[in-house]
């Protein structure tokens, strides 16, 4: 929960700062970050994928919230991700972080190209977000890549479908996609960390 205290004063202290009421960051990172804990204790999970998604919860707690609330992915949560992504995945092994370099290109590199082809598909923000989760799914393998992606795109899909049935948007209106590229990464990393997926390689 201090971590997710943390997490609120650092919104609140960007230049855009982002003012959230206590205690939906310490009680949404505290719940992710004894979930994993507990999860490594009780020996269901190598403790060389607690960085990662440790991390992924943190950085999805507190990015996905400016985005649900302000509807932006601040440079400043974005940008310094993609290294410590990277620098948490060393703990699983030089082939990871080579995977998880090349996950994070390819990625942002997908993102960007539908965000040059269709730029009201996606924010700039949800493009720099992409290389921070490329690199951790990388890590645990490519097809990761792939399956989160779209798990996020269906998960945005469908809020916006139950938005337009239920009346709440309307037709052209705008849906947050980071919130749902945050929650598909950690899962999808739950899973392959569960597995086993790529530690020690």
Do not use: Q
């Amino acid at each position: 929960m201090l971590a997710g205290a943390a997490a609120r004063a650092v919104l609140g202290r960007l230049r855009r700062g982002a003012r959230l009421r206590p205690p939906w960051c310490e009680l949404a990172v505290g719940a992710l970050w004894a979930g994993a804990g507990g999860w490594w204790g009780g020996g269901g999970l190598s403790w060389r994928w607690l960085p990662l998604l440790l991390g992924l919860a943190w950085l999805g707690v507190a990015a996905g919230a400016v985005d649900l609330v302000h509807g932006r992915l601040p440079d400043a949560l974005t940008l310094p991700a993609v290294p410590a992504a990277v620098l948490a995945t060393v703990p699983l092994g030089g082939v990871a972080v080579s995977r998880a370099l090349l996950g994070a290109l390819l990625l942002f590199g997908g993102y960007l190209a539908v965000r040059l082809v269709a730029p009201g598909a996606l924010g700039a923000g949800d493009v720099k977000l992409a290389a921070a989760l490329g690199a951790g799914l990388g890590a645990a393998s490519l097809a990761a890549l792939a399956v989160a992606t779209v798990l996020a795109a269906v998960l945005t899909a469908s809020v916006l479908a139950g938005g337009l049935l239920s009346g709440r948007l309307s037709p052209g209106a705008a849906v947050p996609h980071g919130p749902a590229m945050l929650f598909a990464a950690w899962l999808v990393l739950a899973v392959a960390a569960g597995a086993g997926v790529g530690a020690g390689a």
